[in-house]
C-alpha cells in the first residue's frame, strides 16, 4: 500500500496534535493501529470510517509501515535513524561547509577540495551557493570517481560541515528539535553522522550542527 493511501483518510488539518507538522509527516510514521491514537481526530465519530479504514489498511501488512529495516553504518557498525539521499535532480545531498582556510577567494561554480572535520577522506565539492564564510556545495566524489586527470579546483584544506539537507530514503522521518544519526546516501566509508533537525517539509529534511564523532 501506497503512503498516500494512508494520507488521504487521514483528517487532513495538519494541526501537530500527533507531534508531527502534517498529516503526511504522521502517515509515513504510522507504525500499526495503535499509532493512530495520536491524531484525536480520528477518535471523533465523525472520522469513524476513515478510522475503521486505516485500521484495515494496517491490518493486511502491506503498507510498508511495519517495523523498519535496522540500519547500521559500515565502517563504525553503530545504528542510525535513516538515510539522506539528495534531493529531486541533485547528485548528492546539499552540504555547508566553512572552509578553515580564508585566503581562497571561492566562487559559485567552482570546484574544491578539502578535508571534512574529523573525516579522514579527501572531499571534492562543486559550489552552488555562497555566503560569507559558508559555501553549499555538491559532492562529487574523491578524485579517482571523478575520471579526470586534468580536473582542476581550489584546495582549501580542513573544512568545517554545518549543515546538510537532502531527502530522507530509508527510516522515519525525524521531528524538528531532534537530534539524529543518519548516513548520507552518497558517503564512500558510510559512515553514521549526527546533528539536530532545524526543518522538516515532507521527507526533506535539514540538519544542523553537524558531528563525525558519534558515540
Not at 151 to 163: H, T
Not at 187 to 203: A, D, I, P
Request: hydrophobic share 40%.
Amino acid at each position: 500500500m501506497k503512503l498516500d493511501e494512508i494520507t488521504k483518510h487521514l483528517p487532513g488539518y495538519n494541526c501537530g496534535s500527533c507531534g508531527f507538522r502534517r498529516c503526511a509527516d504522521f502517515a509515513a510514521n504510522i507504525k500499526n493501529p495503535d499509532t493512530l491514537r495520536k491524531c484525536p481526530f480520528l477518535l471523533r465519530s465523525q472520522f469513524k470510517e476513515h478510522l475503521d479504514q486505516l485500521i484495515t489498511l494496517l491490518q493486511g501488512n502491506d503498507s510498508g509501515c511495519s517495523e523498519q529495516a535496522e540500519i547500521t553504518g559500515v565502517i563504525d557498525g553503530l545504528n542510525a535513524d535513516f538515510i539522506l539521499a539528495p534531493l529531486k535532480n541533485e547528485g548528492s545531498c546539499r552540504e555547508e561547509i566553512h572552509p578553515f582556510n580564508g585566503l581562497v577567494t571561492i566562487e559559485t561554480g567552482d570546484f574544491l577540495r578539502y578535508r571534512p572535520l574529523a573525516c579522514p577522506i579527501t572531499h571534492f565539492a562543486r559550489v552552488i551557493d555562497v555566503s560569507p564564510g559558508i559555501y553549499t556545495i555538491h559532492l562529487v566524489g574523491p578524485l579517482h570517481r571523478l575520471g579526470q586527470e586534468d580536473f582542476r579546483f581550489k584546495d582549501v584544506g580542513l573544512a568545517m560541515i554545518l549543515a546538510f539537507e537532502g531527502i530522507v530514503s530509508k527510516g522515519g522521518i525525524p521531528k524538528v528539535g531532534q537530534t539524529v544519526k543518519f548516513i548520507p546516501e552518497y558517503c564512500m566509508m558510510q559512515k553514521v553522522h549526527s546533528g539536530v533537525v532545524v526543518g522538516v517539509e515532507g521527507k526533506k529534511v535539514r540538519i544542523e550542527g553537524i558531528d563525525l564523532k558519534v558515540w
